[in-house]
């Protein structure tokens, strides 16, 4: 109950917190049960099978003229040793399109990961599609406090919400970056956070050797693994930025390289603007995405043969005059589409 003296405004504002907080729990209970969904209409295809074998014979020669950018010795003394054209100096791989398509088609056309609870496997394949939270946002927004930059203590609240809500299926990254922790330790803290208030799939960065490594065994030991048993089927998954155009870099490879090896498995999404790293036409853009994405594919696949990948995308345009990125345009919108071909077109999974 509330005391006497307590201001008319503050007992409005409980009341509204109070009435708030019962809507929520009575939303909770009624949700659908935990049971990710599957697509029951056919694709959307903009463009027909004459104009994805284009877009496919563009990255093929892309991959075998100009190359793509390795700033990765590992990478490179692998890709040498199965026959691509090296370039130390300048870090330039050119590859065989032949050598290429025999790589792709030793990726997992069906993954499945299972979290430390095993009630919450997800499946990446076919008609299975599956929601995750945002990647790291730096600031939050909230009725009580308006915007600021992100904390740990709204970090670890967004992991509660994909918790408590089952149309999120997995957590990919931050869902805020939490500011107020050393990016030293921000990873060990964000991931343990994640392990302790979420049983779903996790994600962790692949920002160099100790985080990727740090990220595996906690994942392992919250499970309860062995070594053996984590490295036989995927318990979690990384996601890697092509630096467009035409270049992987060292940490995001390191890390992509590590989770490859150990079964983990790896989104490849080049960033390729419009206009900005990237062609400004949309097929333009999406010829330099697909070989950004099938010459990394190639390499995990060098890596551990079966590897878990994934064909991502984040090809957008920017604002012409102003050189900003803009998001969720009519040219976005098309480009995710056609790159779901092409992910088709390979029997890879595709993450939008």
């Given at each position: 109950m509330l005391e006497p003296d307590q201001p008319t405004s503050k007992r409005l504002s409980k009341r509204k917190r109070n009435a708030a907080n019962a809507s929520t729990r009575s939303f909770l209970a009624d949700q659908l049960d935990w049971a990710p969904p599957h697509y029951s209409d056919p694709p959307i295809e903009p463009i027909d099978a004459d104009g994805v074998a284009a877009i496919h014979d563009a990255s093929m020669r892309v991959l075998e003229d100009i190359g793509i950018l390795f700033l990765n010795d590992t990478a490179l003394d692998i890709l040498a040793k199965e026959g691509c054209s090296v370039d130390y100096s300048t870090k330039q791989v050119r590859m065989d399109r032949d050598w290429v398509m025999q790589q792709v088609a030793k990726a997992l056309s069906h993954i499945t990961i299972t979290p430390r609870n095993p009630d919450r496997t997800i499946t990446f394949a076919g008609r299975h599609f599956n929601f995750g939270q945002v990647a790291s946002p730096p600031n939050v927004m909230d009725i009580d406090h308006g915007r600021r930059p992100g904390t740990r203590t709204d970090f670890q609240n967004f992991i509660k919400l994909a918790q408590s809500y089952n149309c999120i299926h997995f957590s990919c990254g931050y869902?805020?970056?939490?500011?107020?922790?050393?990016?030293?330790?921000?990873?060990?803290?964000?991931?343990?956070?994640?392990?302790?208030?979420?049983?779903?799939?996790?994600?962790?960065?692949?920002?160099g050797t100790e985080r990727i490594e740090d990220a595996m065994e906690m994942v392992r030991i919250a499970a309860g693994l062995t070594h053996e048993e984590f490295d036989a089927s995927p318990r979690m998954f990384t996601n890697i930025n092509s630096t467009s155009p035409l270049k992987h870099d060292w940490p995001m490879l390191d890390g992509a390289m590590r989770m490859a090896a150990r079964g983990q498995m790896v989104v490849i999404s080049p960033f390729t603007l419009a206009g900005a790293m990237a062609p400004v036409t949309i097929v333009g853009a999406i010829v330099q995405q697909n070989a950004e994405a099938l010459g990394a594919i190639a390499l995990l696949?060098?890596?551990?043969?079966?590897?878990?990948?994934?064909y991502g995308a984040f090809t957008s345009n920017v604002d012409m005059k102003t050189g900003a990125p803009a998001f969720g345009t009519p040219e976005?919108?098309?480009a995710m589409q056609i790159s779901g071909q092409m992910a088709r077109h390979y029997n890879l999974p595709f993450r939008a």
């Open positions: 869902p805020v970056e939490p500011l107020d922790m050393h990016p030293s330790v921000r990873h060990l803290d964000c991931l343990y956070d994640k392990l302790v208030l979420t049983d779903k799939v996790v994600h962790a960065y692949s920002l696949q060098s890596v551990r043969a079966g590897a878990p990948v994934m976005y919108v098309r």
